[in-house]
């Protein structure tokens, strides 16, 4: 028998602490190769993660909600000696990051104990507590009046996400009223009465994003209509063959993503975040598409270097997507790095809608149903009434670093994209 050290595993992209949610095996119990040991929570998703050997469970060195780095020891299992070798890209990295053990101090922001009501005197935060407060539009003032949990004072990842599936009731929590000041009125709304169905998890958290969106982002929304009646008769053509020589469905959305690639080439300030005064103009295009769970709820997985990937490459990254989405199997890496996001609203019969921006992105885009209409036409031969297959594009930007101009040249540059649709193309 050996003892085997086993590992904080890697989780995702840029993801270096994680926090234990659940140990599945206690001391004393036996476990199998790949059997569950622990859940843990990092900033994106919930992860269970699998034992790599099998044998008896010694020692588990971390307790539930304890913030641990990535390749950190965190039990130890006595075992035959042989050890899974996963695939390469399941390979744990094992490397422990010095930088990710350090505690990032809080800025020298003094909170005034009498006019806040502060819980937590704490002045030192993890990086992981940091990185959510910071994705969230968490003050650090907000951070100190949450309740902790921890040992000496010390904020939890658990005690956060407490807070803001409560609500964060603490959010507009505002100075002691002076003779001159201004309080906010505790207003008594009449809620009404009926069945009461409490949020889920995923459906607080959606909606504690948009009105932080709402509250960050000052949204400006510009429409514009385009005549796909090209793009859809040579889809409707080329599906079944497409399907037959790649084996993957072709839905509009992969020419809708091909389109909104391009203009963002033409327009790269579209592509772009807002850091304190600096604004980061992002090196990759990674387009996110809103989709559907099935509980209803909306995630945003994400399809990398849209631009760089041709139509074949797209719609398989696509398809796989969307069915990781709707078999709840989607990972941090499939979701997270987004850069642009597309909203298909058409897909629940809408003609048009006024998307909200998804932090920290500067504009978002909501397509519309592709519905016959009758249009006027302009021919060499004079103006005609035709059926075309038209559809309502609608963009919402962060007026803080997207003008109008910028905006509207881009929105109309999509149009373009879409009208001018290469028939001749081949599959």
Request: glycine share 6%; no cysteine; proline share 4%.
């Amino acid at each position: 028998m050996s003892e085997y050290k086993f590992k904080m595993p890697k989780l995702g992209e840029s993801i270096t602490e994680a926090a234990i949610i659940k140990w599945f095996k206690n001391v004393g119990d036996t476990i199998g190769e790949d059997e569950v040991l622990l859940e843990v929570a990092t900033d994106k998703v919930d992860s269970e993660v699998p034992s790599l050997v099998s044998g008896v469970v010694t020692e588990l060195l971390f307790k539930q909600n304890d913030v641990i780095s990535i390749g950190e020891t965190i039990a130890i299992i006595k075992t035959d000696g042989k050890v899974s070798h996963p695939k390469k890209e399941e390979v744990q990295k094992q490397k422990s990051s010095k930088e990710s053990d350090k505690e990032i101090k809080k800025p020298s922001r003094k909170i005034q104990q009498g006019a806040f009501n502060v819980s937590n005197s704490n002045l030192f935060f993890s990086p992981l507590i940091v990185s959510i407060a910071k994705e969230q539009h968490i003050s650090f003032e907000e951070l100190a009046r949450i309740p902790v949990t921890g040992g000496e004072g010390r904020l939890r990842k658990s005690d956060l996400m407490n807070y803001i599936e409560e609500g964060r009731p603490f959010k507009y929590a505002q100075p002691v009223a002076t003779d001159n000041g201004f309080k906010v009125p505790d207003l008594k709304f009449d809620k009404g009465t009926g069945k009461i169905v409490e949020m889920d998890r995923m459906r607080q958290i959606i909606a504690d994003r948009m009105v932080f969106s709402k509250h960050t982002s000052p949204h400006v929304t510009a429409y514009v209509e385009a005549d796909l009646t090209e793009m859809v008769h040579w889809r409707n053509q080329a599906k079944i063959p497409f399907q037959e020589k790649y084996n993957q469905k072709l839905t509009f959305t992969p020419l809708f993503i091909e389109a909104v690639a391009k203009a963002i080439v033409d327009f790269p300030m579209i592509n772009s975040s807002l850091d304190g005064k600096n604004i980061i103009v992002k090196d990759k295009i990674n387009v996110g598409m809103a989709t559907a769970l099935p509980s209803g709820n909306l995630i945003v997985p994400v399809v990398r270097d849209a631009d760089k990937k041709n139509l074949k490459e797209l719609a398989s990254s696509i398809n796989s997507l969307s069915l990781k989405a709707r078999e709840n199997k989607l990972k941090a890496d499939d979701t997270s790095g987004s850069t642009f996001t597309i909203s298909n609203v058409g897909t629940f019969g809408s003609v048009m809608g006024t998307p909200i921006i998804n932090q920290p992105e500067a504009a978002i885009l909501a397509t519309g149903i592709i519905k016959k209409r009758a249009e006027v036409m302009e021919r060499a031969e004079g103006d005609t009434i035709e059926i075309r297959h038209m559809m309502y594009l609608s963009l919402s930007f962060d007026h803080r670093i997207v003008d109008g101009f910028l905006a509207g040249s881009f929105l109309k540059r999509i149009a373009d994209n879409l009208e001018k649709f290469d028939t001749k193309r081949k599959i």
